[in-house]
């Protein structure tokens, strides 16, 4: 059955440090999304990337962050300047034709 | 924000069938109602959704009320790996992300 995956499973990194999370969606979708978990807290939404462009982001995802399709496979997320409160779990997700989204197992970014 | 009501945690005997309730009094005529679970802070874990009609697969059954105020989610036969935070979602399927809130602790006692 297809997975999303996502790499690496845990990033540590220093505040300030440039950070790249990659996802590869599952082979033929075409919408892609990230969404955030900090710890005890709820999902939530940061954006949806559609046709190479941006279709939806939500507060968060203010201008320290940035996603790209770099290759027709991988999909990123970039947090320019890592705060503390990025600390988190960074789950993509990506759909097909119909509307289920489907998650990869998630990304632990740890910033000190 | 999340538009469904959820009892923040249930205990379910192992073998017995989990029936996890959802109020979503606010639903308008297009939305669907979603599941998923989350173990232990892995990647939310799709499981089933509906409109109107009740929906089965292989791994629980989804029963919505007449009204569609309401949805119960059943997991037939329990079992410990069926511990884990099961979220209803409302959602439009014209917009883009899916709304999650607190979901329900499911703990399946041996």
């Known amino acids: 059955e297809p997975e999303v995956t996502q790499t690496p499973s845990h990033q540590v990194t220093q505040m300030g440090q440039e950070v790249i999370l990659r996802c590869v969606p599952i082979s033929n979708h075409l919408y892609f999304y990230w969404y955030r978990q900090i710890l005890g807290q709820k999902v939530e939404f940061l954006v949806s990337f559609y046709n190479n462009e941006i279709s939806e982001k939500s507060e968060i995802f203010d201008d320290q962050f940035s996603v790209e399709r770099p290759d027709g496979s991988n999909f990123t997320l970039k947090i320019r300047s890592t705060k503390l409160e990025d600390s988190a779990m960074y789950f993509c997700a990506s759909k097909g034709d119909t509307d289920t989204q489907y998650f990869g197992p998630g990304t632990r970014l740890t910033v000190l | 924000d999340a538009k469904t009501t959820q009892p923040p945690s249930m205990d379910c005997a192992e073998g017995r069938a989990a029936n996890l309730p959802c109020n979503h009094s606010?639903?308008?005529?297009?939305?669907?109602v979603y599941w998923y679970r989350q173990i232990h802070s892995q990647g939310p874990q799709y499981i089933i959704h509906?409109?109107?009609n009740n929906e089965t697969n292989e791994m629980a059954s989804l029963i919505i009320t007449e009204d569609r105020k309401s949805s119960t989610l059943i997991l037939p036969h329990a079992t410990l790996r069926d511990t884990a935070v099961y979220y209803c979602i409302v959602r439009d399927p014209t917009g883009n992300q899916f709304y999650f809130g607190t979901g329900t602790s499911l703990t399946v006692i041996p």
């Open positions: 606010t639903i308008s005529g297009n939305e669907y």
């Open positions: 509906g409109l109107k």
